[in-house]
């Protein structure tokens, strides 16, 4: 098995230049994948007007398409893999996972009913299962925990890397060739991905950039019995325990209005989908980028003199976003509603580096692959696969109400959930500052 250069149990040593290039390349790589993955992810999301017109759907069912199938498999795959990722090499996983959701990301365009469809996203999710806590195990390997926040926001600009191309590729692919050639267009290219990965990638020393040595690494390698001991762990852990719910909340927030801005635009705003992708790239991806890294560095810059900065800095951005987000799904005219929902995704975003670099910093490092897929877990069963589900189902309950505007006002009260989001964020930067003085686990 490949490794990075060893650093002594008393402090994290990168000895030369070359390993500093290979760990920034490995962050690289690690980023392009999540951002690969989140393409896969979110397509569906801009081509659910024309799947639903096609299938004769209704919203409650594209919920179900959108986040409940991918995220039940996602969810509950993510642990044994985890389990595995901490005893085993975490890059041959992570090359297996984007084969996998590659090719049915590309075999989601042959779907002729809704069933296989749905078939074929639970199979996305197969794969993605085994790529998040294998790359934030190996980051936190890499990056010591000064440097954490910067790293995870940079890996965490994969989310809206792969929201921009997704929606740039689906809204002109499936405008010209329909919807069933934008998921062969985003599909296909992971393929070569997972090839370049493997013979690129090395798999890094656990316990690297905190001074751990091999063998105390491998002596506290977790079993499968061990489970219980990680989710203990978390729940002991305030800073673990705030950070989860409040990520979990976003997701909930975050992962609805993300699957059904494409149709609340088409909808409301009778926006042509050509035009979706040059609106929501930038809008949603883009702007959401610059607040992610800023979010990082911030949380970094600011942890200097405060480590509870880690997490404050994000309770006060939800607090900003929230009725930003109100507000823009508020407005009758395209433009006012943009310049809202622009800000809204910027603050919004500053959650992705400082989460889970709290978490990431406050697990052993023996454990944090395992404790990243319980997190997961979490948020994506919650969050994932109950978010779009909630907004479809309150649309339609709406419908009645409100016609076609009733998907409007399911987003209004889901994006309320951002200001519950930060008050975790505010109490879980006061318990890491705590607890990276006097660890949970010594």
Not at 46 to 55: G, V
Not at 213 to 230: D, N, T
Not at 284 to 295: D, F, R, S
């Amino acid at each position: 098995m490949d490794t990075a250069p060893q650093a002594s149990a008393a402090a994290p040593a990168f000895i030369d230049k070359g390993f500093r290039r290979h760990r920034r390349y490995t962050l690289f790589m690690l980023t392009l994948v999540f951002m690969f993955s989140h393409i896969d992810r979110s397509i569906v999301g801009i081509l659910a007007e024309p799947i639903k017109a096609e299938f004769a759907l209704s919203d409650t069912q594209l919920g179900v398409l959108t986040g409940f199938a991918f995220a039940l498999v996602y969810a509950t795959l993510g642990i044994p893999l985890a389990l595995l990722a901490d005893r085993s090499n975490r890059r041959n996983i992570i090359t297996a996972a984007i084969t996998v959701w590659s090719a049915m990301t590309a075999l989601s365009g042959f779907a002729t009913n809704y069933t296989q469809l749905v078939l074929a996203r639970i199979g996305v999710g197969v794969g993605e299962a085994g790529s998040t806590p294998q790359s934030h195990s190996m980051i936190a390997d890499l990056y010591p925990q000064h440097e954490r926040a910067r790293a995870l926001a940079i890996y965490s600009l994969g989310v809206t890397l792969g929201v921009t191309f997704g929606f740039l590729a689906g809204g002109v692919v499936s405008s010209l060739w329909g919807w069933r050639a934008a998921f062969f267009v985003v599909g296909l290219p992971g393929l070569a991905l997972a090839v370049i990965f493997r013979l690129t990638v090395r798999e890094p020393q656990r316990g690297l950039a905190d001074g751990t040595s091999p063998g105390e690494a491998h002596a506290q390698m977790p079993s499968l019995q061990k489970l219980r001991e990680a989710a203990r762990f978390m729940w002991q852990s305030g800073a673990c325990r705030h950070v989860t719910i409040g990520l979990t909340l976003t997701a909930i927030a975050g992962y609805g209005g993300l699957m059904w801005i494409a149709p609340f635009l088409e909808r409301s705003f009778a926006v042509p989908r050509a035009e979706l992708g040059a609106i929501l790239g930038p809008a949603a991806g883009l702007i959401g980028a610059v607040g992610t890294i800023l979010g990082g560095y911030l949380a970094d810059r600011l942890g200097r003199t405060n480590l509870g900065w880690k997490g404050w800095i994000v309770g006060y951005a939800k607090f900003v976003a929230a009725p930003l987000a109100i507000c823009g799904y508020l407005q009758a005219d395209l433009l006012t509603a943009l310049l809202f929902y622009m800000p809204a995704t910027f603050f919004g975003a500053f959650y992705h580096g400082p989460g889970i670099a709290i978490i990431q910093s406050v697990a052993p490092p023996s454990m944090r692959a395992t404790v990243s897929s319980i997190l997961i877990f979490i948020i994506s069963l919650v969050g994932l696969g109950f978010g779009p589900l909630a907004v479809g189902m309150l649309s339609d309950f709406l419908e009645p109400l409100y016609g076609k505007e009733s998907l409007r006002y399911a987003l209004m009260s889901t994006a309320l959930l951002n200001i519950w989001a930060g008050v975790h964020y505010l109490l879980a930067g006061t318990a890491f500052a705590r607890e990276m003085k006097a660890p949970v686990l010594q």
